[in-house]
Each structure stands twice: as structure tokens, then as C-alpha cells.
């Protein structure tokens, strides 16, 4: 079964919320240890910090972060939080295999902030987020591998740009079962709430940029 994302405007705010009913991140990554790789790194074993610095690659299971620096923090179950940042032309990167298929949910921003606690990765500044055919962009992006879902809007940090900025929220949702043939005579008729508007794709979306060889 494809992944389909159901789109809803929320009212008054340039944002846009996406519910990946078959994305989900991989399962077996959540029980994975972290494994990361860089030219240099500062531990503060007190406030339980390391700072991973240079070519930084940053690996869970299937999940992948790449960036120029990771500040990991350690909670007292345990549990990490990442914080990566790239350089002013090499943003960081995000990819996770989809649980079950042969697919990967992609992204990138200025700043991505992973909590593996929460299993929720937020993607700050020039943020784009992909999975399948379908892909987002916006200033912010909250992707919550646990519920499913992502979060956009045209400003930062969740809020809504300022009039006259021009920034919006911009999304490219393919459309789904196109191959399939009419359905039969005696199918049950599809439930309203199944029913997605068309979205018209948008001309100035770049194409992703390509992921660096490793």
C-alpha cells in the first residue's frame, strides 16, 4: 500500500498539517544505540553533553543525521537529544527507512533537533521534509514518528509569517491508487472523509538537493 498524506488548511495560520497513514518511521530503530562518527569531540561527563564536531554522521538503526556539528544530550533514563547544524551551504540532513517498505522519509533545515525520547524531529529554517512522492517545505516542520504526523507552518518555530514576507507553506502531494482501474459495480462507495482536494504543485519548489555520497 502507498503512503498518502491528508492535507488540512488550518484556519488563519500559513500552516498545514500531514497525516503519513502508512509512513511510519522504522520500529527496530527505537531499541538501536546511537552511533556517531566526526573529526572531534568534547564530552562533559557532569552535565552529560558531547559536542561532535567536523563531518559529523550520526547513526540509530536506519536513522541517519548528517551535519558539520551534533550536540547530544543525555537525559537520566537515558534517553538522547540531537541537535545538529551544517554550514552555511551544506545544511544538515535527516533520513529514516519508512517501517515495511523499501522507502526513506527525508529532510533537511538549518537546524534539526532530534528527541529520541519522544521520537520527534523538528526541522528548522529553510526546512523541507519528503516521504514517497510527497514532499513539504516551510520554515518549520515537526515530524512525530510516533503519531504519524507532520506539522508546517511559514514562520518560525511553529508560528505564522509576517504579513507581506513571503513566505508560505508549499507542499506537493502526488496523487495516489492512479493506476488503479474503476472501481467495480458492486464495491462499497468510498467514505466522504477519504476524499482529498487536488493540490496544485508548486512551480518554484526546487528539486531536493542530492544526498552526499558517503
Known sequence: MRTFFRLAVI???AGVMLAAAVARAEKADRDKPVNIEADRVSVD??????????NVQLVKGTLIIRAERIVVTQDDDGYQRGVAT????VPPRFR?????????IEGEGE????????EKTEFFNRAWVKSGLDEVRGQFISYDALTEKYFVTSGPNGTRA???SGERVRAVIQPKNKDAGAASPSAPPRP???MVPALKGAPNIASPRQETAQ
Open 86 to 89: 551544517g554550514t552555511a551551504s
Open 45 to 54: 561527563d557532569v552535565q552529560k553533553v558531547q559536542t561532535f564536531e567536523g
Open 11 to 13: 484556519a488563519g495560520i
Open 111 to 118: 537546524r534539526i533537533e532530534h528527541d529520541a525520547k519522544a
Open 96 to 104: 529514516q527507512k519508512r517501517e515495511g517498505l523499501d522507502d526513506y
Open 162 to 164: 509576517l504579513p507581506g
Open 192 to 194: 466522504a472523509a477519504a
